[in-house]
T-cell receptor, first 115, second 115 residues
Framework: QKEVEQDPGPLSVPEGAIVSLNCTYSNSAFQYFMWYRQYSRKGPELLMYTYSSGNKEDGRFTAQVDKSSKYISLFIRDSQPSDSATYLCAMKGGGLTGGGNKLTFGTGTQLKVEL | DGGITQSPKYLFRKEGQNVTLSCEQNLNHDAMYWYRQDPGQGLRLIYYSQIVNDFQKGDIAEGYSVSREKKESFPLTVTSAQKNPTAFYLC??????????????FGAGSRLTVL
């Protein structure tokens, strides 16, 4: 079983829809949770990160972490065609780990927002 | 503008040949990383370096080699010993010394195809 599980999609939604993207994980040592967005044939870029449990909002994006369930979510409100991309979750433990601050990535969910 | 430059963007190689992928950053980041991305597998860490003249193996280092002679540069050589080298390769960097999220900045990637 992978440490981080993420549904690969593809997920297709109409413009303006609320999108929910999710990851589950098994390592209870994870404390930092990140969401990266990757456009086709490009490198990933950080959308937002959250420390421990709770919510964080940035414009149309909201990140949620439920450590008790080992479940994280990214919500996109009023989705736009420009949001069409692959969304990768990533996680790491606290402090400087022996793995050089190693991040563990999900496989990514491909999202398509249609007009 | 600060960022990470990877070259070449596309590379074709015959079986049995070594190839070197270039990665240069002008962000003054201490740490640099190489990831491999395959469909359905997410990002897997090949090598990372936290300081000049030092580097560590990641999860899938076999068949790869790196060097870190300058802070700005972290080239990756894909050797003929790598059994399945066709993939999308991503270079990243981050500020070392933070016990926080370890936000990675990625390059645009290099796509290697073995003919």
């Amino acid at each position: 079983q992978k440490e981080v599980e993420q549904d690969p999609g593809p997920l297709s939604v109409p413009e303006g829809a609320i999108v929910s993207l999710n990851c589950t994980y098994s390592n209870s040592a994870f404390q930092y949770f990140m969401w990266y967005r990757q456009y086709s044939r490009k490198g990933p870029e950080l959308l937002m990160y959250t420390y421990s449990s709770g919510n964080k909002e940035d414009g149309r994006f909201t990140a949620q972490v439920d450590k008790s369930s080992k479940y994280i979510s990214l919500f996109i409100r009023d989705s736009q065609p420009s949001d069409s991309a692959t969304y990768l979750c990533a996680m790491k433990g606290g402090g400087l780990t022996g793995g050089g601050n190693k991040l563990t990535f999900g496989t990514g969910t491909q999202l398509k927002v249609e007009l | 503008d600060g960022g990470i430059t990877q070259s070449p963007k596309y590379l074709f190689r015959k079986e049995g040949q070594n190839v070197t992928l270039s990665c240069e950053q002008n962000l003054n980041h201490d740490a640099m990383y190489w990831y491999r991305q395959d469909p359905g597998q997410g990002l897997r860490l090949i090598y990372y370096s936290q300081i000049v003249n030092d580097f560590q193996k990641g999860d899938i280092a076999e068949g790869y080699s790196v060097s870190r002679e300058k802070k700005e540069s972290f080239p990756l050589t894909v050797t003929s010993a790598q059994k399945n080298p066709t993939a999308f390769y991503l270079c990243a960097s981050s500020i070392l010394g933070s016990s926080g999220a370890n936000v990675l900045t990625f390059g645009a990637g290099s796509r290697l195809t073995v003919l």
